[in-house]
């Protein structure tokens, strides 16, 4: 790779790879840097792509002024990390801020230091990288903002501008970027205000694109809040059919959610893991269907094909337990990625068939696990939905939001409750008087569902207002990960370690969390229990495999995961995988499993019982990066003896392909957290990295707790558990504001 598409790659697809701060391949290309830039290279705070996307943009615009260069390249670091946008007032507390975390976690911890400790060596290293950045000459926030406001490459928002209001151009590279197909000098000298590289915006620096991006998402977000019930919907009719389709114990939030799902053509349902978000879903869909002349046409969608396998196995349950005629009214329901929703172009990684001008035929259009959604997708969906269709988003946002820049549903939750947009009430009002002063989302779902609107809180009635249900009852997933996650989310760290410290027995039947310290990461005995399910698991799933059966061997795979933070290093989820493959691989050797003959021998990867995981997504099979599967014994009866096929997907429904028809593939005896979001699983082991990690986040060991139904195993120390608690992810975007 060239540097010069190196730095358009990094700025243009800040994918999961970028994560990992440093950026050791670019390390030669950065040494043709000097001054203020090269120290924020050399501390690791920028990669050699940050540098070259700055250079490129300085060069093309005239601009020599390193502190609006050092700008430019945190603009593109911020979006690699998940960021929309820099905020210059607080970028240095925030590069900095894990310093004073992990050394005020290990405090706390009062863990004893020992230099053997692989886990505190490493923590050691960490903590001089960071003081490395502490020790950057940081330009002074106000005279840095100036010298970015008089530069030729950053237009200024907050003075009069003759913008339209804009659509992320229609170009298929970044007219910002150097990589981009209208980049030249001419972009930058001859159109400003349209063209100008980045914009300065609330206090905030963009780079143009995704300036672009968040303002049409916030301006469709907002035209999207008005009441309107689809055209032939009979509202008492509505309201019969919620009463009886949604009638059960703690139902009372579902039944608002179906409300406000026909009322408001943007509606948000938030719950963690086992609320009955699904379960809402095909409710709503149901009395929809019921409530309408005609029946809607729905589109049920995910970011992940994993996410959408679920949703679509999880609301066709649902749906066959209600009565005949809702089912016929509904209809065959199916899920697709939203890549395959809005349909990928060959050749462009974020552009879709269906858009502005080719709209979706879809009246209802829900999205399921909408965290893991990025702004850029958000924004291509928005634009693809007719104007009159209705879109209901689900998702819990407290947990990890996704790989590429924004957090999206955590944003427009965080914006619907905020108190200058809906205005709601105080106090409850009477079920039987809707007041002028209530919001017009709340009045309509009060009109629908009284006595449900009447038993919320202040709090529960600010976020309807803003067209969002928060689900609270758990149906599922209860005990004792429920209470750790609770204790995550809430950044209560001891009442989280008093949980890990209770004995399982002692922590009832639901479910429980357990803790193994750091300190015997690599010391065989404290990971017995961990080798043991291991292998408990990779023995099943091999049976299985070995036998044919590819649904109980995918049944077998979410036994157990292993997941890590990292994907490299000692905490890394390549270094675990590893390790347990050795440990399984000794144990059939030493236990052969019937059927586990000499032909199988020798073929690397294709060995039944072998997990899967989708590295490069294959759209022809539906099979998306991150999709995990399994190696079977090819169980046709006129299959030649050895001949092994990959099997995917729903248990029940398996997609089976041979192994020269996969693409990107590789084992998967541990994965990194993200990668995990979007799948669930009986039980999982997590190895938290060292405290100073700037990984370990809250949203991180939220989303690793909660991916486990009934055993969780956290491997780390103690003040990793406190630094992960005390850490709420930061990513920067004016979305909730604007
Ligand atoms: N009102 C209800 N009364 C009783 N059981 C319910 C109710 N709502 C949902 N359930 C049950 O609770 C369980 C969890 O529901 P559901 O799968 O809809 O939750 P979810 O939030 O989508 O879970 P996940 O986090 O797995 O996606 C299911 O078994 C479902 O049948």
Not at 660 to 674: D, E, F, K, W
Request: proline share 7%.
């Amino acid at each position: 790779m060239t540097a010069h598409s190196t730095a358009a790659a990094a700025a243009d697809r800040p994918g999961e790879a970028a994560r990992d701060l440093v950026d050791p391949d670019g390390r030669d290309q950065a040494k043709a840097f000097t001054g203020l830039l090269a120290d924020f290279n050399k501390a690791e705070v920028l990669s050699a792509a940050d540098l070259h996307v700055a250079r490129q943009l300085g060069s093309l615009g005239g601009e020599r002024d390193p502190r609006v260069l050092l700008a430019v390249a945190l603009t593109v670091r911020a979006v690699r990390t998940g960021s929309v946008c820099l905020d210059l007032r607080t970028v240095r507390d925030s590069v900095l801020g894990a310093v004073s975390d992990a050394a005020g976690a290990a405090d706390a911890s009062g863990e004893p230091t020992t230099t053997t400790d692989p886990a505190r060596i490493a923590e050691d290293e960490e903590l001089a990288r960071l003081a490395a950045k502490a020790a950057l000459d940081w330009p002074e926030p106000a005279d840095w903002i100036a010298a970015c406001l008089a530069s030729p490459l950053v237009a200024d928002q907050s003075l009069p501008d003759d913008t339209a209001l804009p659509g992320d151009p229609a170009l298929p590279g970044d007219p910002a970027l150097p990589g981009g197909t209208a980049a030249s000098s001419s972009a930058v000298h001859e159109m400003p205000g349209t063209a100008t590289p980045l914009r300065y915006d609330g206090g905030l620096l963009y780079l143009d694109r995704y300036w672009r991006q968040e303002r049409q998402v916030a301006g469709e977000l907002d035209e999207r809040s008005a009441i309107a019930v689809r055209a032939g919907t009979d509202v008492e009719v509505l309201a019969a059919a919620i009463d009886r389709l949604i009638d059960g114990a703690h139902s009372s939030r579902q039944r608002i959610a179906a409300a406000m799902a026909a009322g408001r053509r943007l509606s948000v349902i938030a719950g963690g893991p086992g609320t009955g978000k699904t379960t809402t879903v095909a409710q709503l869909l149901a009395a929809l269907a019921a409530g309408a002349a005609r029946p809607p046409k729905v589109a049920l969608a995910a970011p992940t094909g994993k996410a959408a396998a679920r949703l679509g196995q999880a609301v066709r349950e649902q749906v066959e337990r209600f009565p005949a005629a809702d089912r016929d009214r509904l209809g065959a329901l199916s899920a697709a990625t939203l890549h395959r929703l809005l349909g990928w172009k060959p050749g462009s990684s974020m552009r879709f068939w269906q858009d502005r001008h080719h709209r979706l035929p879809h009246d209802v259009v829900v999205v399921d696990e909408t965290s893991m959604v990025s702004l850029t997708m958000m924004a291509r969906l928005l634009e693809a939905l007719r104007p009159d269709a209705h879109l209901v988003l689900v998702g819990d946002p407290d947990q990890l939001a996704s790989v590429e820049a924004g957090a999206v549903l955590g944003d427009i939750v965080a914006r619907a409750a905020r108190p200058d947009r809906a205005h709601p009430p105080a106090s409850p009002q009477p079920a039987t008087a809707p007041d002028e002063n209530v919001p017009a989302a709340l009045s309509f779902v009060q009109q629908l569902v009284p006595e449900d609107v009447a038993a919320l809180d202040a709090t529960a009635r600010a976020e309807l207002a803003g067209g969002v249900t928060r689900l609270v009852h758990r149906f599922r997933f209860g005990g004792a990960i429920a209470e750790l996650a609770d204790a995550v989310r809430t950044g209560d760290a001891d009442r989280a370690l008093d949980l890990l410290a209770t004995p399982p027995d002692r922590q009832g039947p639901e479910s429980t969390v357990e803790f193994v310290a750091a300190e015997a990461v690599r010391d065989s005995p404290a990971l017995a229990g961990l080798r043991e399910q291991a292998v408990g698991a990779a023995r099943d799933i091999a049976a299985a495999a070995l036998a044919g059966d590819a649904a109980q061997a995918l049944h077998a795979m979410d036994q157990h995961r292993l997941l890590c933070a990292h994907r490299a290093g000692p905490f890394g989820a390549g270094y675990w995988a590893a390790t347990v493959s050795g440990w399984i691989s000794d144990d059939l050797r030493k236990r052969p499993l019937p059927g586990q003959v000499a032909e199988h021998a020798g073929r690397g990867l294709w060995v039944p019982g072998r997990p899967l995981m989708i590295t490069e997504n294959d759209r022809d099979l539906e099979l998306y990066n991150g999709d995990t599967g399994v190696v079977i014994v090819d169980p046709a009866p006129d299959a030649r003896p050895g001949s092994v096929l990959a099997a995917f997907g729903d248990p029940q429904a398996p997609t089976l392909v041979r192994p020269g028809r996969l693409g990107g593939v590789q084992q998967v005896y541990a994965m990194t957290v993200h990668k995990s979001q979007g799948s669930q699983f009986r039980a999982v082991t997590i190895i938290l990295p060292p405290s100073a990690s700037p990984l370990l986040t809250r949203e991180l060991l939220y989303t690793a707790a909660t991916r486990a139904s009934k055993q969780v195993r956290i491997i780390g120390t103690e003040s990793a558990v406190r630094a992960a608690i005390s850490r709420p992810v930061l990513r920067a975007s004016g979305l909730r504001s604007r």
